[in-house]
């Protein structure tokens, strides 16, 4: 298992985004040299150096302070599209490489290279600045009925510097069966699987754990 590249995005004003400020970062690129990772402050930014983040109602913060996706999943991608994914073309900031990043359970905890150490928290939602920047027809709906995987957002427990080519290994899997896929599955496609998955609700990002609390406020104990 290792990290295959380091991503970052700089701030463009597109016509695709809902953003307040009509800019995104997803356009993220790889990096040489070491890069340094830490948890933002709440309502902050990207865990990651040099990364622009543009819609903090969605993105950033300690929560979703990373994105990684897998390598394996954009060669996927590139066999269904017919085209060429590089590194960071799917807005990740993680690329990764022989890490089942899918099946990872909600507070897995992966360290990268000698110190860094992040947690598991999610899996993306797709948004129209995901769908506008990849250019493809009905893309939201293809990225989460995928078998390829949402990829996982991550928050960061041990700060450090990271750099393509570290060594990443799993090092603590909690004692609950709620993967990234599972969550992201009850989350756009099944909703009343949504109550099983608060088994993971102290490890999961805001938006996926209100998500899952209301549903389960709502309809717990219906046949809804």
Not at 13 to 31: C, H, L
């Amino acid at each position: 298992m290792e990290l295959l590249s380091v991503n970052v995005g700089q701030a463009k004003t597109v016509e695709y985004t809902n953003a307040p400020s009509g800019t995104s970062g997803i356009d993220k690129r790889p990096v040489e040299g070491p890069v340094r990772v830490e948890a933002p402050l709440p309502g902050g930014a990207s865990g990651v150096e040099g990364d622009d983040v543009c819609d903090l109602r969605f993105h950033g913060g300690p929560d979703r302070a990373l994105y990684a996706f897998a390598r394996e999943d954009l060669d996927a991608w590139e066999r269904e599209l017919g085209r060429t994914f590089t590194p960071g073309q799917f807005g990740e900031n993680l690329t990764t490489r022989g890490l089942d990043v899918n099946n990872a359970l909600i507070g897995e905890r992966w360290r990268i290279g000698d110190t860094v150490v992040v947690e598991v928290t999610g899996g993306r939602i797709p948004c129209r600045t995901f769908a506008g920047f990849v250019e493809e027809s009905g893309w939201v709906r293809r990225f989460n009925e995928s078998a390829a995987g949402p990829g996982a957002l991550l928050r960061v427990v041990v700060p450090g510097e990271i750099r393509a080519g570290d060594p990443m290994e799993i090092v603590h899997r909690p004692a609950h069966g709620v993967t990234v896929a599972r969550l992201h599955h009850a989350a756009v496609r099944d909703r009343s699987l949504l109550p099983e998955t608060l088994v993971a609700a102290e490890w999961m990002e805001s938006g996926l754990l209100g998500l899952a609390r209301t549903y389960t406020e709502k309809y717990a104990g219906t046949e809804k």
